[in-house]
């Protein structure tokens, strides 16, 4: 798959200049766009943004409130991957994070100028740490868009359940099948996880 053809979203409370121009470089202006959260952006909001629908690739950001002052919505980055894989199954999410302590995690540490030990560029260390992620990413889209295909010739399959898919991995969803209900029960999870873990 063609980077030129993927939608790439941004996603963090405060956008790193660093990260920012480092995807812009890759992505350009027509694919590439930014998303700053904030802790009045409500779940719902996140799930009805046609940005973040019609993207094929997210960065999002491990700790989406450590500079809001707010008690309101607190999200991490993993909460917010693991609805939207339930939601938008062909988005491909990457995490990065500012903590040292989460690259185990399989979590991309953020460029920062002033902690870097070597004289090593922002766009030297995205090549070496986000870059293989990126195009991991990539060859998924490109499967998923592979199996597609050879499912439009599969005459057992009903053509509803193909469109339906077809419109996924474009970025168009059926709200008709996603009820009121089904966010709200969403909505209740998370709020539930959140009072455990704060």
């Known amino acids: 798959m063609d980077k030129q053809k993927i ?4 996603i963090d409370d ?5 990260l920012d121009e480092y995807l812009l470089d890759i992505f350009g202006d027509e ?3 930014s998303f700053t959260f904030d802790s009045s952006t409500s779940l719902e909001e ?7 629908r019609k993207t094929n690739l997210i960065i999002i950001d491990s700790k989406l409130f450590v500079n809001s002052n707010s008690k309101g ?4 980055g993993e909460e917010i991957k693991t609805i939207f894989n339930k939601i938008f199954p062909f988005i491909e999410t990457i995490i990065v994070s500012q903590n040292d302590d989460e690259e185990n ?3 991309i540490k953020k460029y920062q100028s002033s902690r870097q030990e070597s004289i090593e560029s922002f766009k030297d260390y995205y090549d070496a740490h ?5 195009n991991l990413s990539m060859e998924n889209l490109k499967f998923n868009r ?7 010739d599969n005459e057992s399959i009903e053509k509803a359940l193909i469109d339906n898919l077809i419109n996924c991995i474009d970025g168009i969803y059926d709200y008709d099948n996603l009820k009121k209900s089904d966010v709200d029960e969403l909505i209740s999870i998370f709020k539930e996880i959140e009072k455990k873990i704060c």
């Not at 405060?14 to 660093?18: G, S, Y």
């Not at 919505?73 to 991490?76: I, L, M």
Request: aromatic share 10%; hydrophobic share 45%; glycine share 2%.
């Open 14 to 18: 405060e956008i790193q200049p660093f």
């Open 105 to 107: 995690l399989g979590i």
């Open 31 to 33: 694919n590439y766009s």
């Open 73 to 76: 919505n607190k999200f991490t």
């Open 7 to 10: 939608k790439v979203l941004y």
């Open 146 to 152: 592979l199996i597609l295909e050879k499912l439009k």
């Open 130 to 134: 986000l870059k293989p992620k990126i």
């Open 46 to 52: 996140l799930i009805m943004n046609d940005d973040i």
